[in-house]
């Protein structure tokens, strides 16, 4: 590994601890709990985050989603394709994210950051300015792909903190 790859890996790996604090203790009610009707619940939270990671990871590394190739789209049992990663959910959608375990979701979370940390195990430092999505002006580079996931993750594992905060108010 490289030194940037080497703090992707810390980066990524902080998420991980974010999630598994996030969710540690609770029950599927309190996973599935909203502050209000128009809120994200916990599950929801660190569902989506998840599955953000492990879309855009798969992508630039080419493989199938762990949520395919290792049957959690199964195991979840959620009301979503299967290519879901609740980007753009309504309400309702986020309200159908129920049932779900602690366990449940880091053993997912966890699956993903290790297929993420065996993914960048393999980059180079001259692999960071390929472009991966030319979808975007400019076109979005593989460093760029990669900081935009931690930003994007970071940012939910800390409201699924937030909400697990007010679960004991």
Sequence with gaps: ?????????DAF???REAVEEAVDGLGPD???SRPAEETNSVGWLVWHLTRIQDDHVAGVAGTEQVWTADGWYE?????????DTGYGHSPEDVAAVRDLSAELLTDYHEAVHDATVQYLAGVEDKDFKRVVDRAWSPPVTLGVRLVSV????LQHAGQAAYVRGLLGR
């Design 150 to 153: 931690i930003s994007d993750d």
């Design 1 to 9: 590994m490289t030194a940037s790859t080497d703090l992707l890996v």
């Design 30 to 32: 309190e996973i599935a």
């Design 75 to 83: 195991r979840f049992g959620l009301p979503f394709a299967a290519d």
């Design 13 to 15: 790996g902080r998420i």
